[in-house]
Structure formats: structure tokens, C-alpha cells
């Protein structure tokens, strides 16, 4: 829905009113994925999608934006020029990334320009939202005050804002192995059942359909019919994240 508007949130009683997000990703089925979690978390109202970096610069020409989710790898520019292009353009709005860029020089440089969250895929929903909230409890720590009176605020604020809360796993799943299991079906280049999944990252068949259903929900990978043939179909995952 690049450029398109999108309505916002009831309930908010903050003072705040409801946060403008910018959701820049090329890849369309991200892109909706993150702009859905975004609609999820109260507070915050997708205002535009875009794919580019061009049309990301364009859609804060048209709308109120306060926070922009980019991906560091555009087609058109990278994600850090991105920043460098909004700041010269007068664009204060904040900027979390998400991405896979996974080089320490990126993460150095996107730190320096004042990325205030750098998030990386594959991520799940509760991921983001706890990144949202924090940033929000930030911006309510500013909402009307000029200035701050002692270290300790200073120090609130700006713990606030980077505030590295990790998403909550189910019982018995582990942050190391989802790793490995989205490694390999980003990796598979094609569907890979529980079985092929298990002996790629070296667990049981259970254990990795309970990992694969569990990138499923969370809109990373999709599950489709595989026929052989014969008997019933069998269920294979695709990377789609």
C-alpha cells in the first residue's frame, strides 16, 4: 500500500495521540507482515508502506511520520544513505531498522546517525511490539518537557529508547535453534518437510515442525501441500521472511 494512508488507533489516553509509522521494505510480503504487527500494537497507526528509497523519502514529504521502520537493503539506495538523505531533508523522525544486514560496520554506522533500534530478521511479532512499546515509553518521557533535571533522567531517557528487551520464546523453544531452523529454510532455496528440516539442523522431526509451525505464525514461512503421488500430502515449509 505504498503512499496509501491508513487509519489510526483508538484508545490512546496518553496525551500522545496515536504515532505515524513508515514501513520501508522491498519485499511486498514483509512489508504487510510488519505493517500488520505495527496495526497490533496500540498507540500506532501504519501511515504509508514503501519500497524504495525514493518513495520512502517521498511519503515523508506527504505524511506526519514520527517513526520509520526501514530495511537496510533497498534496491535503489542503502538503508543508511536513507537516514543521511532524511536528516539533510529536515526529516526528524526516528528511525528503527529492521533487517538482516548483519555487518558490524553497518550497526556502527547506523548507531552514529541515531538509529534508535536495530532489529534483526527473522524476527516474531512479540519481537517488534516489545521494540514499540519501549520506543513509545520513550516518547512519552519527552511529551512536553523542555528539558531534563538530573542524570538520572537523562540516563531513563535514554535507556528508554534503547532498551534491549527480547521477546519471550514458548517453553521449551530456544532463541539458538530458531536460528538454525530459519537459517536452513532461508537457505533450502525450495519447501523442506519436518523431516528434511530436522536432519538439516539435526533434531527431530517434532522438534522441527514445532519450530517451522512456529516461524508459520509469525508470517516468516508459509506451509503448503507437498503430493507425491501417493497417500496423503505431505506438509512442507517455505522461507517467505
Known amino acids: 500500500m505504498s503512499g496509501e494512508q491508513a487509519g489510526g488507533q483508538q484508545g490512546v489516553t496518553d496525551g500522545m495521540g496515536v504515532l505515524g509509522v513508515l514501513v520501508v521494505e522491498d519485499e511486498p510480503v514483509a512489508a504487510e507482515a510488519h505493517a500488520a504487527y505495527v496495526m497490533r500494537v496500540p498507540g ?10 525514493q518513495a520512502a523519502l517521498q511519503a515523508l514529504q506527504e505524511h506526519r511520520v514520527d517513526l520509520v521502520l526501514l530495511d ?3 534496491p535503489d539506495r542503502h538503508g543508511l544513505e536513507v537516514v543521511r538523505a532524511m536528516r539533510a531533508g529536515g526529516h526528524r523522525a526516528d528511525v ?9 560496520e553497518v550497526v556502527r554506522a547506523a548507531v552514529s546517525l541515531g538509529v534508535v533500534q536495530y532489529v534483526l530478521k527473522p524476527f516474531v511479532f512479540a519481537t517488534l511490539r516489545e521494540r514499540l512499546l519501549a520506543y ?9 518537557a523542555e528539558q531534563v533535571g538530573t542524570q538520572a533522567e537523562v540516563d531513563e531517557v535514554v535507556s528508554g529508547v534503547r532498551a534491549a528487551t527480547e521477546a519471550r520464546l514458548p517453553k ?14 532461508r537457505e533450502a532455496g525450495a519447501g523442506l518437510s519436518a523431516s528434511e528440516l530436522g536432519e ?21 514461512a ?16 517455505t522461507w517467505v521472511g
Open 96 to 104: 528503527i531498522a529492521l533487517t538482516s544486514a548483519r555487518d558490524l
Open 136 to 144: 513509545r515509553t520513550y516518547r512519552q518521557q519527552l511529551h512536553g
Open 222 to 237: 508459509v506451509r503448503r501441500s507437498r503430493y507425491t503421488g501417493s497417500g496423503r500430502p505431505e506438509v512442507e515449509y
Open 44 to 53: 500506532f497507526a501504519v501511515v504509508a508502506t514503501a519500497g524504495t528509497s
Open 72 to 74: 537496510m537493503n533497498l
Open 172 to 185: 521449551g523453544m530456544g532463541e539458538e535453534l530458531l536460528a538454525r531452523v530459519s537459517r536452513a529454510l
Open 200 to 220: 538439516a539442523v539435526g533434531v527431530s522431526r517434532v522438534t522441527a515442525r514445532r519450530y517451522a509451525e512456529y516461524l508459520c505464525e509469525g508470517r516468516l
